[in-house]
Nanobody
Framework: QVQLVESGGGLVQPGGSLRLSCAASGLTFGSRAMGWFRQAPGKEREFVAT????????YYVDSVKGRFAISRDNAKNTVYLQMNSLKPEDTAVYYC?????????????????WGQGTQVTVSS
């Protein structure tokens, strides 16, 4: 049984930082690309970042480039999202997802497994 469990969300002031973690089990983590998505109230779930199986290739949505960093530790079956210089518009539920392939993708339809999400709220 595949499980993806996110942690690290919370309330932070604008300009602050958070680090999200996603612990995976029940799948061959080291051979899969992983991604982070987010969904704000009343909006579609959107792509945030993705990383290939080795961690050497990463891609981001334009709105987070230079502020967010995705990384992974295959020995720990964990993917991370470091979020810096947070803005109120970053407020959303953040989801970790696993693809069925090694190549990263922004397309949420290519992701086979999803976590339950963790709330990130950026507010003063």
């Amino acid at each position: 049984q595949v499980q993806l469990v996110e942690s690290g969300g919370g309330l932070v002031q604008p300009g602050g930082s958070l680090r999200l973690s996603c612990a995976a089990s029940g799948l061959t983590f080291g051979s899969r690309a992983m991604g982070w998505f987010r969904q704000a109230p009343g909006k579609e779930r959107e792509f945030v970042a993705t990383i290939n199986w080795s961690g050497l290739n990463t891609y981001y949505v334009d709105s987070v480039k230079g502020r967010f960093a995705i990384s992974r530790d295959n020995a720990k079956n964990t993917v991370y999202l470091q979020m810096n210089s947070l803005k109120p518009e970053d407020t959303a539920v953040y989801y970790c997802a696993a693809t069925m392939r090694a190549i990263p993708t922004w397309n949420k339809d290519q992701y086979a497994y999803w976590g339950q999400g963790t709330q990130v709220t950026v507010s003063s």
